[in-house]
């Protein structure tokens, strides 16, 4: 799974530690997170949407690992 969590970050105008505190995650969960070495729960998904005030799927999507 790939996401646009950095750019959304960005866009916002926020730092790791502020979007964290936002979702209610550590800061190591969104570095993680932005190099998807780490795949969100469904709440967090969620959480990450409804802060950028978007559809989950405009943030996170699915890449087949095998091409």
């Known amino acids: ?20 505190k936002k979702v209610n995650v550590r800061r190591e969960t969104i570095v993680f997170l932005e190099k998807n ?11 990450l949407a409804r802060v950028f005030e978007v559809k989950i799927e405009d943030i996170f999507s699915f890449e087949d690992e095998k091409k």
């Open 37 to 47: 070495k780490y795949n969100p729960s469904l709440k967090l998904a969620f959480d």
């Open 1 to 20: 799974m790939i996401n646009n969590i950095k750019e959304y970050r960005a866009k916002h105008n926020l730092t790791q530690e502020e979007l964290a």
